[in-house]
């Protein structure tokens, strides 16, 4: 809760999709249940991650002192921690139909193999971003009983954006990365990783504004996809230079992305 940009990242697509799925007026439970367990499952995923990375979180400088790793609580606590937050994450979903049900094992499945992809995928944000993302499917199930197209594109959508925010992210422990021999997409892009991350922005974005025409939008949400290119653009000025300072600084303002989509989203619906 201290360090809440990963809530955020997670709850940003979720909004967008619970706001489009009910017309921009989502009922009470319903944006409570999705936002108690966005928070509830990247709790869960620390904890898992954690676990997994153990012996890993040991030889990188940003990470050695995470209590698994440094000794503090036991492996067996942090799988504690993991069951009993998916679980009451599942409790959640109890009222919802059988599809939302369905999508809600396949997010805690996602949520829980994550970590280890760093052993054997090239990319392991692109799957990063299908777990941050998959509450949009799960939104659109659970206010309309199914997920149409815009929900597929605002998944894809989220996935390049992931990509971006999450490069940032492992660019700040690439020399630890290499030294240990674990993958990530910013040894993976190499030195095309400034323009890999800046693409994966566009592509984030060029698959929004399919979404925004599924859905007959108008200028708002323009406004909200050109204020979400000029986060992108500003983060290249933080990133261009590769420093550790930078990269982490641009991962960490990526919510400003997130929370400008979600703007435009919201004035289509409160602008007549």
Known sequence: MHRPIG?????????????????????????????????LMRAAGCAINDYADRHIDLHVERTRDRPLTCGLIEPWEALAVFSVLAVVAALLVIPFNGLTWLLALVAAFLAASYPFTKRFLALPQAY???????????????????????????????????L????????????????????????TFGRFDVAAVMVCYGA????????????????????????????????????????????????NHNTWFGAAVFAGILLEYLVP
């Open 7 to 39: 809530i955020l990242l997670l709850l940003w697509p979720t909004l967008w999709a619970l706001l489009v799925a009910s017309g921009g007026a989502p009922d009470g439970y319903t944006l409570f249940a999705f936002v108690a367990g966005t928070v």
């Open 128 to 162: 990063l971003g299908i777990a941050f993302g998959f509450g949009i499917p799960m939104a659109f199930a659970a206010v309309l009983g199914e997920v149409p197209s815009t929900a597929w594109a605002m998944l894809a959508a989220n996935v390049f954006w992931a």
């Open 164 to 187: 971006a925010y999450d490069t940032e992210y492992a660019m700040v422990d690439r020399d630890d990365d290499l030294r240990i021999g674990i993958r990530t997409a910013a040894i």
């Open 204 to 251: 984030a974005l060029g698959l929004l504004a399919l979404a925004g025409w599924l859905e007959g939008f108008g200028v708002f949400y323009t406004l909200g996809l050109a204020a979400a290119a000029l986060v992108a653009t500003y983060h290249y000025t933080l990133i261009r230079d590769r420093s550790r300072e930078g990269c982490f600084r641009a991962f």
